[in-house]
């Protein structure tokens, strides 16, 4: 076991809460210490103003997060680690903070897992574009990915705060616009489902975003792999985390497997 707690911050897919990532503090072994990033307008933000624009969430993001970000210096010397996991629109977010960090000049995370998201660089949000049509749409949209209960569509008031979460969200996505920047000295894992619709090469293009080689997991399932192979993905997630122990600094890893 890793000798320092790290701390995980954790970004929640389109329409989503952070509070699906808390079942995994009772899952993942004790040093590595989720912390649910959770976005305005849902979970214990419902009360506040939907952030709509990709920058400025970053920005607010953060903002938010510095504290944790960076950390407090203990008896090593040596501040607590952090990293990033992010699923679908979460990936996308959690890159982007890793780049403005960057920007200022703070601290980076110690990797970067990207789950269930093309690159940054590969992004195509037509279809985003499309289902903001109209609320039929927008729910036509939502049942096709799956992952939503029934419950949900057969409740008129838990359907509309969905779709106005999704709404929201698929804003936020819409809004980004890829900058070529330099790749991101940081080790990057990406989690894939078998069965989701990203094209793999998509996928591959996450090795451009980072200077250090970048590994592929494949799971079987669609775009909840997350879900629908949940014990699977932790155990990916503990590994690689495991190996951050064994390396002096971040621009360090072992050789990846993006195949």
Same mark, same amino acid.
């Given at each position: 076991m890793p000798a320092m707690a790290? &701390? #995980? !911050?954790? !970004?929640?897919?389109?329409?989503?809460?952070?509070?699906m990532y808390l079942r995994w503090r009772r899952l !993942?072994? *004790?040093?590595?210490?989720?912390?649910?990033?959770? @976005?305005?307008?849902?979970?214990?933000? !419902?009360?506040?103003?939907?952030?709509?624009?990709?920058?400025?969430?970053?920005?607010r993001l953060c903002d938010e997060q510095a504290a944790v970000m960076r950390g407090v210096t203990?008896?090593?010397? =040596?501040?607590?680690?952090?990293a990033f996991f992010g699923h679908s629109m979460g990936a996308l977010l959690? =890159?982007?903070?890793?780049?403005?960090?960057?920007? *200022?000049?703070?601290?980076?995370?110690?990797? @970067?897992?990207?789950s269930g998201s093309a690159a940054p660089s590969r992004?195509?949000?037509?279809?985003? /574009?499309?289902? #903001?049509?109209?609320?039929?749409?927008?729910?036509?949209? @939502?049942?096709?990915?799956?992952?939503?209960?029934?419950?949900?569509?057969?409740?008129?008031? #838990?359907l509309r705060l969905t779709l106005d979460v999704l709404g929201a969200d698929y804003r936020v996505c819409d809004s980004? /616009? =890829?900058?070529? &920047?330099?790749? #991101?000295?940081?080790? @990057? =894992?990406?989690?894939?489902?078998?069965?989701?619709d990203i094209a793999p090469d998509r996928l591959a293009a996450w090795s451009l975003a980072s200077d250090v080689p970048a590994t592929l997991d494949w799971f079987d399932g669609g775009h909840f792999f997350v879900r629908q192979q949940e014990g699977a993905v932790l155990t990916a997630l503990t590994r690689h985390l495991t190996a951050l122990s064994a390396m002096s600094a971040p621009a360090r890893a072992a050789p990846g497997a993006f195949a």
């Open positions: 790290l &701390q #995980l !911050l954790c !970004l929640p897919c389109a329409g989503a809460s952070a509070t !993942l072994p *004790r040093w590595i210490e989720i912390v649910p990033v959770e @976005l305005p307008g849902r979970g214990s933000r !419902l009360g506040e103003p939907f952030v709509e624009d990709f920058g400025a969430l970053v920005d203990g008896p090593s010397g =040596h501040a607590p680690d952090f959690a =890159h982007g903070m890793a780049q403005r960090l960057r920007e *200022r000049g703070e601290r980076l995370p110690r990797a @970067l897992i990207a992004r195509d949000t037509s279809r985003l /574009r499309a289902a #903001l049509a109209d609320d039929a749409t927008l729910a036509a949209d @939502l049942r096709r990915q799956g992952g939503t209960p029934e419950e949900v569509f057969a409740n008129a008031e #838990l980004f /616009r =890829h900058v070529p &920047q330099a790749p #991101l000295p940081v080790p @990057l =894992h990406v989690f894939a489902g078998r069965q989701d």
